[in-house]
């Protein structure tokens, strides 16, 4: 590592500016706050108002607050006369969906905790999650999944029963619990506190098995006040939502709380490829999402427009969008900028707002990086998009952008009753009632990420003069997709090297839509294959594209695959057509491999892979 | 590789050191015949010391890395060895090296591993003690690494003495020592201290 190279890509703490950034007051929550209280005072003073809404035929069907409530109740009493007792984790592996939520809050009914499982993870994901954190029982989606489930029934000792929503696992408890009445549960309910564990959310480490994330009432409720006071007087009293990623994501979960409390219709989407279809069904007015979401609604805008020979006037439409929001950020818009913009927004800019339903007025980004010409973009056709920075351990929301206090490429300022600090090395601390207390049965890994009272966020970043935090690097080695999953590369890496003819591998995947990985291939190895194949004297460069080579190294990256959920997974790879040198630079003279050089050098094989 | 404008030293002469726990350990200099004997201590290496010394680490040492490694003049690339002279047959533990920076050549990329079995022993500071000498002899004013931030204590270590640690590849801190201006000033410095320190052993 030269000196001068390092200065190039690295920038320097010493320029900037600020090293603290306080949030305002944050009022504190009662001791007895609990995640379902704004669920029970919704359905008490507002019976009959939806709570929810779900795909019926060609329209969407409300489900009452005091409907959802009351199948809450019952459900709990199922899981109380199933044996859960309070303080027990229960484990819920299905897509997003009415049943999720509802066994989410019957658990938290019981008194017990809910431990989300994506319903991609894979088998041996599931068995770590289920064993680690003690689940009693598991509810699983279909039939798919308890088969898999039950294939690893030994090595999960503690789970002494697997339920199928599908095959009416609501209604089946409902009935075992037909004895327990509803005082037993409002008991039960009356005795939360506010920081007992709610949840406990799986998240992979750099290394190693994933962490479980202990989040209590008192995080997640804390955290929807303060997302709450930043958008301030912004949103209206009859806004509605829209339920479309992964509830085992805690922003998605965050979300749901948020439009609880504020008394919001959301409707569940049936899938992300709907999206086109749902939005303008269930009209939300405000959404928490993704970079992916909001990439895909540009993307498919823009395929439409090229397709029907259009593609030069949506690219000058947003150039103009773009141009039109920096100037704005900036203070001054030129007036010729506005003209255009005018004019785009009949022809261009409405279809886009369209697609999300054209009632679209507040959303929210979370999860990963969301380009800054991207937010430029949306504000620009007058959709603003509030990006926010957070992780699983901090509920999830430590800064935000919000209306009137909003810097597009900045993550925004803390929320209420938050700290951040930047550290000399330039990491990013957090302090605040949103930051959990450690991991589940992980002493030395909570012990790993507090710091004096300091969370280490493992990211690094700068504070401007105006307390916005800026997102700038990563000390952990993780990767973060624009669907908002975090990969460990170094876990699936090995296994990849663990194939004969693989010299390196390097799994790439940050801000980009799936998981992909760089191969190159082991000289020797390779001679000796070739030389099996009667196909001696093939040149190493020769053979990156050839499809036995291909099918060779095909068989490994499913070997490694099959350690991590669908979202995780390698989804296309390249074999490069040399090995990583120290003269590129993409080693240094001690053969560190170095993933941000090879990014660069390798970046035509990189695009080829997401332009596919 | 590159034709070396410095032709090789002879191979400097071994020196002897006693460990805190009283074995002795002699440090010498990597020779080319010592190609087997790296691919076979590499063979030994937990995958935790492989990852943070190599961050990508190889499953086995390929004859391009080889010579790589092996292509040491003593000057600008330079390889210490440490054996176990009192056991038997004499086992290779731990090696420590750099390469002096073409963009710098007042720098030098610095490594350091030993053998899992072997970390705590004070071995990884007797060869990092006698390669900043080396170092320093060579016109080497800094060493530099990258070290994954996963390596806390000896980032810890290194930061207690005034290293410069800073965010650089994703996962990879970039850090840099100053080494004392005078060979003499080394004993009793807060670098030596950080050596001493450092002798959890845990690659660089």
């Known amino acids: 590592m030269s000196a001068t190279s390092s200065a190039q890509h690295t920038p320097d703490p010493g320029l900037a ?94 008194g017990s905790v809910t431990v989300p499982i994506y319903d991609t993870s894979s088998t041996e994901q599931v068995q770590w999650i289920v064993s680690d954190s003690g689940a009693v029982l598991l509810v699983v989606e279909n039939q798919t999944m308890r088969a898999a489930a039950e294939s690893i029934r030994a090595d999960m000792p503690g789970c002494r029963e697997i339920l199928v929503i599908d095959d009416d696992a609501a209604g089946g408890l409902e009935r075992r619990g037909a004895e327990i ?111 992916r979401i909001f990439e895909k609604v540009y993307e498919g805008a823009r395929q439409k427009a090229v397709a029907a020979g259009k593609g030069k006037i949506f690219d000058k439409a947003a150039e103009v969008a773009i141009t039109w929001s920096q100037q704005r950020s900036a203070g001054k818009v030129a007036p010729v900028v506005g003209a255009k913009r005018w004019l785009f927004d009949k022809l261009v800019y409405g279809k886009i707002r369209a697609a999300f339903g054209g009632q679209l007025r507040f959303a929210f980004s979370g999860g990963g990086p969301l380009g800054e010409r991207l937010t430029h973009f949306f504000a620009g056709i007058g959709l603003d998009v509030y990006e926010g920075y957070g992780l699983t351990e901090t509920s999830p929301t430590l800064t935000i952008n919000a ?102 591998a390097v799994v790439i995947g940050e801000g980009r839509p799936f998981v992909s990985a760089l191969i190159t291939l082991d000289e020797l190895a390779v001679e000796r294959w070739c030389a099996e194949r009667e196909r001696a004297g093939t040149p190493i460069s020769a053979l990156a594209d050839d499809p036995e080579i291909r099918a060779e190294i095909q068989q490994v990256v499913d070997a490694a695959n099959a350690s991590v959920s669908r979202a995780e997974s390698i989804r296309e790879f390249v074999v490069l057509p040399s090995d990583f040198t120290i003269e590129s630079d993409e080693l240094t003279p001690t053969l560190k491999v170095r993933r941000g050089i090879v990014e660069k050098s390798r970046a035509s094989d990189i695009d080829a892979i997401y332009t596919r | 590789m590159a034709v070396d404008p410095h032709p090789p030293r002879a191979a400097p002469e071994p020196r002897h050191f006693q460990l805190p726990d009283g074995a002795t350990v002699s440090v010498r200099p990597l020779v080319p015949g010592d190609r087997d004997e790296l691919v076979a201590r590499y063979g030994e290496l937990s995958s935790r010391s492989r990852r943070l010394r190599f961050v990508s680490a190889p499953v ?145």
């Not at chain 1, 019926?56 to 959802?68: L, M, N, P, T």
Request: hydrophobic share 45%; proline share 7%.
């Open chain 1, 17 to 110: 500016s600020e090293t603290l950034a306080v949030g305002p007051a944050l009022p504190t929550l009662d001791a007895n706050a609990h995640v379902l209280a704004p669920l029970l005072s919704f359905a008490k003073e507002a019976p009959e108002r939806p709570v929810f809404a779900v795909r019926d035929g060609a329209g969407y069907r409300d489900i009452s607050s005091a409907e959802f409530a009351r199948s809450v109740h019952r459900v709990a009493a199922g899981l109380i006369a199933a044996g859960v007792e309070p303080g027990d984790r229960v484990a819920l592996m299905a897509s997003t969906r009415l049943e999720w939520l509802l066994f989410d809050f019957a658990i938290l009914a019981a």
């Open chain 1, 181 to 291: 009445d509803d005082e037993t549960v409002g008991r039960i309910v009356a005795g939360l506190r506010a920081d007992d564990p709610a949840t406990v959310i799986y998240t992979s480490g750099t290394t190693g098995r994933p962490k479980g994330c202990v989040l209590s009432h008192r995080n997640l409720r804390t955290n929807v006040s303060q997302s709450g006071l930043a958008v301030g007087p912004a949103l209206q009293p009859e806004e509605s939502g829209m339920l479309f990623l992964p509830l085992a994501h805690v922003l998605t979960k965050g979300y749901v709380l948020f439009a609880l409390e504020r008394r919001m219709r959301c409707a569940f989407g049936t899938d992300v490829a709907h999206l086109a279809e749902e939005f303008p069904l269930a009209q939300p007015t405000v959404i928490a999402a993704v970079p």
């Open chain 1, 403 to 504: 209306p009137g206090a909003w810097k597009p490429g900045t993550v925004g300022r803390p929320v209420a009753g938050t700290s951040i600090r930047i550290a000399d090395d330039g990491e990013i601390l957090a302090k605040g009632p949103q930051v959990f207390s450690g991991y589940w049965h992980n002493d030395t890994a909570t012990a790993d990420v507090f710091d004096d009272g300091w969370f280490r966020t493992g990211d690094v970043g700068a504070l401007d003069a105006d307390g916005y935090l800026r997102i700038t690097g990563r000390k952990k080695e993780l990767i973060v997709t624009s669907a908002g999953k975090n990969v460990a590369p170094a876990p699936l890496e090995d296994r990849l090297r663990a194939g004969a003819l693989v010299s390196q």
């Open chain 2, 60 to 204: 086995h040492l390929s004859d391009r890395l080889l010579d790589h490694l092996l292509d040491v003049d003593y000057v600008d690339r330079h390889a210490l060895v440490a054996t176990l002279v009192d056991e038997p047959g004499a086992p290779s533990v731990g090696i420590a090296r750099y390469f002096r920076s073409a963009a710098d050549p007042t720098h030098a990329d610095a490594a350091v591993t030993v053998l899992d079995a072997h970390q705590g022993r004070g071995i990884g500071t007797v060869l990092l003690t006698s390669l900043v000498e080396t170092a320093m002899e060579n016109g080497i004013e800094a060493f530099t690494a990258d070290i994954l931030w996963d390596n806390a204590e000896l980032l810890d270590a290194l930061r207690s003495v005034g290293a410069r640690v800073m965010p650089g590849e994703p996962g990879l801190a970039t850090v840099r020592v100053d080494l004392p201006p005078v060979p003499d000033g080394l004993r009793g410095s807060p670098l030596h201290e950080v050596m001493r320190m450092a002798s959890a052993d845990t690659p660089a």
